[in-house]
């Protein structure tokens, strides 16, 4: 993550302001993957802080215009990827983390505004960050609180860490 700080404040963005919005949503990331590392009692703080990151690339999506037509369709597989993934971890939070249930709820309604922000700029790069951003999360979330998934570890953190290297690359168009 330090890296991608690095090269977010290194390129040349297509907008200044995009960038400053991608350095603080990368800057909360660390930490929220920080919090992550830790104990569980830190899930929360985690997904806290990854949720006001997702609200700093809203903010720097927001910079570049909207194009509609992208917008609805990032919207569409964004709720279809939510219907598809949520009820079992849902179902898992109710039964073993009750008090994570709202919190969880709110986090995923604001990563929906956060992929269809990134596919109303019509960046291809944006939007492929966005969604593998979304299913990385999601991975992380059935391999802690529904059942362990096999490689679970590097199934979540590779493509997080890609998501991630294409929203800075989607600085550059």
Do not use: C
Request: proline share 5%; hydrophobic share 65%.
């Amino acid at each position: 993550m330090v890296g991608l700080i690095a090269l977010a404040i290194a390129i040349h963005p297509a907008a200044e302001t995009q960038r400053w919005f991608f350095v603080v949503a990368l800057a909360l990331g660390l930490a929220s993957d920080v919090f992550l590392m830790l104990p569980r009692d830190m899930f929360l703080a985690g997904l806290v802080a990854a949720l006001v990151e997702h609200v700093a690339y809203i903010a720097g999506f927001r910079v570049r215009g909207l194009q509609a037509t992208w917008m609805l369709v990032a919207l569409l597989i964004a709720l279809v990827s939510v219907a598809v993934f949520l009820p079992p971890i849902y179902r898992a939070l109710r039964a073993t983390h009750p008090s994570l249930v709202v919190p969880v709820f709110v986090y995923v309604a604001v990563f929906v505004v956060m992929v269809a922000a990134a596919g109303s700029t019509g960046s291809p790069t944006a939007l492929a960050g966005a969604l593998l951003f979304f299913y990385s999360d999601a991975i992380l979330a059935w391999n802690r609180f529904v059942k362990p998934v096999r490689f679970g570890r590097i199934v979540n953190v590779v493509p997080y860490h890609v998501a991630q290297a294409l929203l800075v690359l989607s600085l550059l168009a």
